[in-house]
C-alpha cells in the first residue's frame, strides 16, 4: 500500500485524527486516497486542496532523487485528480478503486503544472486554458473531437467567464473593504495569503500581471488616467494579437504530438488495462519516442503556449473584474474613489513578491524548464513501470485483454 509520509512532510491524519474531525456519515470502501492525503472521508474540498498542494510542493523539487519520492509525488496527484473532482470523488466514494479503474490520469507534473496555474483562483479564477486541457486529457479526445465539440465549449467557456469575473470582482471588494473602511491592518490577511502562494509555480509572473492590471484600472478611476488608460489599450490590443497566434501554435503542437488517443499514452494512464498504456505499433509522433533534445524541445514549446495563454486571460479577467469595481452603479463616487485607492494599494503590495518585468521573464523561462525536466522524468518513468507490469501479466490474461 502506497505511503506518502517523509521525514519532510507532515505525518497523515490518524485514523482517531479523522473521526474525531470528521466523523463518516457513509460507509467508504476505500480511504486510500484520503489517506495520501491525509485528510478525514468528510474533508471538504478547500481542506483537501489545502493538503494537496501542500504534500505536492514538498516531494515536487525531489522527483529524481529516487524512486519513492516520485512514486509519492505520483500517488499525492493522483489523490487530487480524484478527490478534487466531485464526480470521480462521488465514483469512489461508492465503488472504492473499482469505480476510479477507468479514470485516465494525468503525468504528475503536467497535473500540478495545470493546478499551480489556478492556485491564484481567487484573484484570477480558474485560466479557460486549464479547464479546457483538463477536459482534453482526461477524457482522452483527439484534436477531431475536441475540435467538433468547440462550439458547445465555447459557450460554456463564455457563460463560465462571467461567472468568474464576477467572483473576482467580489472576492477583490472582500479583500478591499477594511482598507475602504480604514482598518490600519487590513494589509496583514493579503500579506499572509501572498506569502501561501509565493513559491509556486509561475507565481513571480501570475503576481507580475495582477499588479500592473490593477495598478492601470486603479489610475483610470484616478486623477491622471489618461497616460494608463491608454497603457491599457495598448496592451489589451497587443496581448490579443500574440493570443490569436500562440493559440495556433498550441493546437498546430498537440495536434502532431498529441492528437489521437494512442498519442495521449505519453503522458496519460488508467488502471482498466495495463496493455492500453504500453503503444508499440502506433506510428504516429508520440512524445515518449523522441530523442531527449526533440522531447525537451516540444515540451517546453507546450508549456511554455500554455503559461502565456493563461497569463493573458489572468489579465482579461484581471481587468475585467477590477472595472467591474470601480464601475459600480450602487454605489457613491466617493466609495467607488476609495475602492480604486484601495486596488492601487493592493498593486503595490504585489509588486513586492513580483519583482518586476525582468524578474518576471527570468522567473518564466525557469519555471518552464524546471516543469519540462519533470514531466519527462515522469513520462520516462512511468512507461517504465507500464512496460514491466505489462510484461508480467499471465499469459492468459494478457491474450484476453488483447482478444477484447
Known sequence: EPTVAEEHVEEPASDVQQTSEAAPTIE???TLYYDILGVGVNADMNEITERYFKLAENYYPYQRSGS????????????YQVLGDIDKKRWYNKYGYDGIKQVNFMNPSIFYLLSSLEKFK???GTPQIVTLLRFF?????SMNDLENKSEHLLKFMEQYQKEREAHVSEYLLNILQPCIAGDSKWNVPIITKLEGLKGSRFDIPILESLRWIFKHV???HLKKSSKSAKKLQQRTQANKQELANINNNLMSTLKEYLGSSEQMNSITYNFENINSNVDNGNQSKNISDLSYTDQKEILEKIVSYIVD???YDIENTALNAAEQLLSDNSVDEKTLKKRAQSLKKLSSIMERYAGGKRNDKKAKKYDTQDV???IMHGISTINKEMKNQNENVPEHVQHNAEAN
Open 137 to 141: 486529457f482526461e477524457k482522452r479526445l
Open 309 to 311: 495563454i493563461s497569463l
Open 372 to 374: 519540462v525536466g519533470y
Open 218 to 220: 486603479a489610475k483610470t
Open 28 to 30: 467508504i470502501p476505500d
Open 122 to 124: 481567487d484573484f484570477t
Open 68 to 79: 519513492t519520492v516520485f512514486h509519492n509525488f505520483r500517488k499525492v496527484n493522483e489523490a
